[in-house]
């Protein structure tokens, strides 16, 4: 029984590390070609296109996070066999999907007219599509999670992003216009949908059990509460830059936010992935519970910081070379929101943790008490400021919010907050001197002007950081080589 228990642990860790290492491979693939797409977007289409797309994304994620019925997480962290429970759960995305698409229809001369943004009406309509794709995809699929099958998640999950990606390349190089951005969102959606029900066996097929639909939103309610919430929080301050700035500078506004928080977002979506069902599976095993927060955290940190940093100093040089100087004026508040995007990698790690030890009600409350921070600066700031009040707006709550997260963390791990404070220590000392040894670099006429110049500021700031790592962090290379090539060491240390 002993060794079995042992064998249990040493699977899950298995499963999590390699998990872990081929979403993180595979979101490296695609945060370079979410690159290239952002920099091929940038040089073919204009600004104020890319902010009619953005009152668009908003609208559709309004209507996502309103009917959010949040049956896919309480699948994952129910316990006992979900078999039952899943014909229920598609039956409601189909008619979400449904309704979902109707309402975005026949409300799109009204949001159109809200925006000042005529020329968005049959933008509206046309991405509706997407939620009629998301409602019939396979239910089935959610199994890859519960049950860490991550490379049949991975692929499911990257399949939609490639296609997008892909798409929207060749769109928009051929149609130069909005429409890019549009087919490439649907498409990917499409394309989703299919590969669902060729990846997973499971057919579903249209039933409802009023008993488990309630069981499922009994976990399910503190999400779409959540939902509601984070949809204010990440997508309020476009809207108000849309309506009090106008469409133009919303492109500016969308397009820092994406570049400063391109790496947070690939970074979460592994830890995502990864870090929610192991933490589910072990909510029941607190010392493991506070090994495993403890090293995501850490291996976060040593990535996310040191590039947030990059992007701070290096953000005219970045935008000048890759998205042209049409673009410089977003320089500003793409700083401040380089400071947004790594703390909110950083958070990646405890959303995950308070889902696994089923507490999602912890993310609602913290989140609530952001928003009510954010509604009060938003406004006068982005009056005062423009698009760097508005990113000013989102980051000070985000510091806030980040503070309270980690000693939360810490009672449920049952540890200290100085504990994961000396965890994140070392990356936050290295790229500051990092960024001080870029400042310096800049200053100099070797390194001013020249588009290799740039280039070659990047290499330097990634060579000293690292330098920093291989001097004073030995332990902590030791440990990632270990994780990565356990062979190395002989025999795996359990979570």
């Given at each position: 029984?002993?060794l ?7 699977s899950?860790y298995?499963?999590?590390r390699?998990?872990?290492i ?11 070609l ?11 289409l204009?600004p104020?296109e890319?902010?009619?797309?953005g ?25 006992k066999?979900v078999?039952p429970?899943?014909?229920t ?7 979400r ?8 229809f026949?409300?799109?001369p009204?949001?159109a ?17 997407a ?7 396979n ?17 499911f999950?990257?399949i ?15 149609l130069?216009s909005?429409w890019?951005?549009?087919?490439g969102?649907?498409?990917g ?24 639909a ?17 949809l204010?929080i ?6 108000v ?8 500078a ?7 936010y ?5 790496p ?17 599976k072990?909510?029941?095993d ?6 495993g ?10 990535v ?5 940093g ?29 400071v ?22 912890i ?9 009510v921070?954010i ?16 990113s ?14 980690w000693?939360i ?12 404070l ?22 100099t ?14 290499a330097a700031?990634?060579f ?11 332990r ?7 994780m ?12």
């Amino acid at each position: 029984m002993q060794l079995a228990k042992i064998e249990d642990k040493e699977s899950l860790y298995q499963k999590a590390r390699r998990g872990g290492i081929l979403i993180g491979l595979s979101n490296a693939l695609k945060f370079f070609l979410t690159m290239v797409r952002t920099i091929v977007v940038a040089r073919f289409l204009a600004p104020n296109e890319l902010g009619l797309m953005g009152i668009v994304l908003f609208m559709v994620a309004i209507l996502e996070s309103l009917s959010q019925t949040g049956f896919a997480g309480a699948l994952i962290q129910q316990k006992k066999e979900v078999g039952p429970y899943l014909n229920t759960a598609w039956t409601v995305s189909v008619a979400r999907g449904i309704v979902l698409y109707s309402i975005l229809f026949f409300s799109a001369p009204l949001v159109a007219s809200f925006f000042n943004a005529h020329s968005a009406i049959l933008l509206f309509k046309v991405v509706g599509i997407a939620f009629l794709f998301e409602g019939f995809k396979n239910i089935g699929v959610v199994v890859f999670r519960k049950e860490l099958e991550f490379k049949k998640e991975f692929l499911f999950q990257q399949i939609e992003v490639f296609a997008d990606i892909f798409l929207t390349i060749g769109l928009a190089i051929v149609l130069q216009s909005v429409w890019a951005l549009v087919l490439g969102y649907i498409g990917g959606k499409g394309i989703k949908c299919l590969a669902s029900y060729i990846l997973h066996p499971y057919r579903p097929g249209l039933a409802f059990d009023k008993g488990k639909a309630l069981e499922l939103f009994r976990f399910g309610k503190h999400l779409l509460g959540s939902s509601i919430i984070i949809l204010l929080i990440t997508q309020g301050d476009d809207a108000v830059v849309g309506k009090l700035l106008g469409v133009t500078a919303l492109g500016f506004y969308v397009m820092a936010y994406k570049i400063s928080n391109m790496p947070a977002t690939s970074i979460t979506h592994v830890v995502s992935q990864v870090a929610f069902p192991t933490y589910s599976k072990l909510q029941d095993d607190p010392k493991r519970l506070h090994n495993g927060y403890i090293k995501a955290l850490k291996y976060i940190a040593i990535v996310s910081v040191p590039v947030s940093g990059g992007l701070f100093v290096l953000a005219p040089e970045l935008v000048k070379f890759f998205l042209g100087e049409r673009w410089l004026e977003m320089v500003p508040a793409m700083r401040i929101l380089c400071v947004f995007g790594m703390l909110r990698a950083l958070g990646g790690t405890t959303g995950p943790l308070f889902l696994g030890v089923g507490r999602p009600d912890i993310i609602t409350k913290l989140n609530l008490a952001k928003l009510v921070l954010i509604a009060i600066l938003i406004v006068p700031l982005t009056l005062r400021y423009g698009i760097v009040g508005a990113s000013l707006a989102v980051t000070i709550p985000m510091i806030m919010e980040q503070s309270f997260s980690w000693h939360i963390c810490a009672r449920i791990i049952k540890g200290k907050v100085r504990q994961i404070l000396s965890v994140v220590a070392p990356s936050f000392a290295g790229t500051l001197l990092m960024m001080s040894f870029l400042g310096v670099l800049k200053q100099t006429s070797i390194f001013s002007g020249d588009k290799i110049a740039a280039l070659c500021l990047i290499a330097a700031g990634a060579f000293f950081y690292l330098l920093f790592f291989c001097l004073f962090c030995k332990r902590d290379i030791i440990e990632i080589r270990t994780m990565l090539f356990p062979s190395l060491k002989g025999k795996e240390a359990a979570l």
